[in-house]
């Protein structure tokens, strides 16, 4: 998880602190910063990168997969006409 994308959004959620609490601010805001690391980091997150990575082999897998069953049902058809012939 990008470290800016979570400073900002623990600043965010200090900003949003009514003008009384303001002394607390920082040390809300490095609160806020703990508990979304935290949280963040028990999900089961990927990067984009590592994803379109993912999702560009699983694409590369499938034209293959069906490459094969093509060439398999072709081969199956072509040796069912021979075989299937009374002798």
């Known amino acids: ?3 800016r994308f979570i400073d900002d959004l623990a600043r965010r959620l200090a900003a949003a602190v ?3 609490l303001s ?3 920082r040390d809300l805001e490095d609160n806020f910063k703990a508990v979304l690391q ?3 980091a028990r999900l089961d997150l990927v990067s984009r ?3 379109d990575v993912q999702a560009a082999v699983l694409r ?3 034209e293959k997969l069906e490459a094969l069953e093509a060439r398999l049902a072709m081969l199956e058809n072509g040796q069912k ?3 299937s012939k009374p002798q």
């Open 1 to 3: 998880m990008d470290a």
């Open 23 to 25: 002394a607390l601010r």
């Open 49 to 51: 990168q590592e994803f």
């Open 38 to 40: 935290s949280g963040l």
């Open 18 to 20: 009514p003008p009384g």
């Open 60 to 62: 590369r897998t499938r």
């Open 81 to 83: 006409s021979p075989a």
